[in-house]
């Protein structure tokens, strides 16, 4: 008898979307994705293996900036194809290595077993073009409501940039809480963007304000200093 393979086709999420739900066994026990964060930032990321060079720097990186995250109410949730167990030995030999001033790393956060490629495949992370086993270096920060907010790739040999992780949390709490957006290269305390004038009313109180925290530098570029 012929064997029939699944090949249903998976629809990537996108920003804005719900992230989509899946329950998984995981480092930390069992996990019931989003709903287990409901009022916390995520950010959900996948590797492409256990005991691989890039991903135990990366590991490394995140494990001691958890802290950092846990602080800006951000929880991480790691991901890979290996099984819990590979899982756990990897995290294990991770404590015994040194690099960067970093050592006796201890990995809190959960890291998701997914040998069966079900969440790989739910969020878009394996992509045959780089890998039909491994997953890609994907980053997905997901809001306290459970909305995708951001979607970053990285490809097999290319580690991550673990403050520009940082920074985008940063820049989307800030647009948040302040209905404002952040220009190129923001960092927290620097101007922040007011929103597009909307009406030609609007955009002439903008250029003839005397407000000292607003600068327009035409009537659609107004920034405003964070006083915050």
């Not at 995290?91 to 079900?118: A, S, T």
């Amino acid at each position: 008898m012929e064997m029939i393979q699944n090949t249903t086709p998976h629809r990537m999420p996108l920003i804005g979307d719900k992230a989509p739900a899946f329950e998984a066994v995981t480092t930390q026990g069992p996990l019931n994705f989003p709903a287990d964060y409901k009022g916390k930032w995520v950010i959900l990321f996948s590797h492409p293996a256990d005991f691989t060079p890039v991903c135990t720097t990366e590991f490394m990186t995140f494990a001691t900036m958890a802290d950092e995250f846990r602080a800006l109410n951000t929880e991480l949730v790691g991901l890979s194809v290996d099984s819990l167990y590979a899982h756990i030995a990897w995290l294990r030999r991770i404590q015994e290595i040194e690099w960067k001033g970093m050592k006796n790393v201890e990995v809190k956060f959960p890291l998701i077993e997914d040998i069966r490629m079900d969440v790989s495949n739910k969020y878009g992370m394996i992509q045959p073009g780089q890998s039909n086993t491994q997953a890609v270096r994907a980053v997905f920060v997901i809001d306290p409501e459970g909305i995708i907010r951001t979607i970053l790739y990285y490809p097999l040999t290319t580690g991550r940039n673990f403050d520009e992780i940082k920074r985008i949390v940063l820049a989307l709490q800030k647009a948040d809480q302040d209905k404002v957006a952040t220009p190129a290269d923001w960092r927290p305390g620097e101007d922040v963007i007011v929103p597009t004038a909307g009406s030609c009313g609007v955009a002439k109180e903008r250029m003839e304000s005397k407000d000292p925290d607003i600068t327009c530098l035409d009537w659609f570029l107004c920034f405003k200093k964070d006083r915050k």
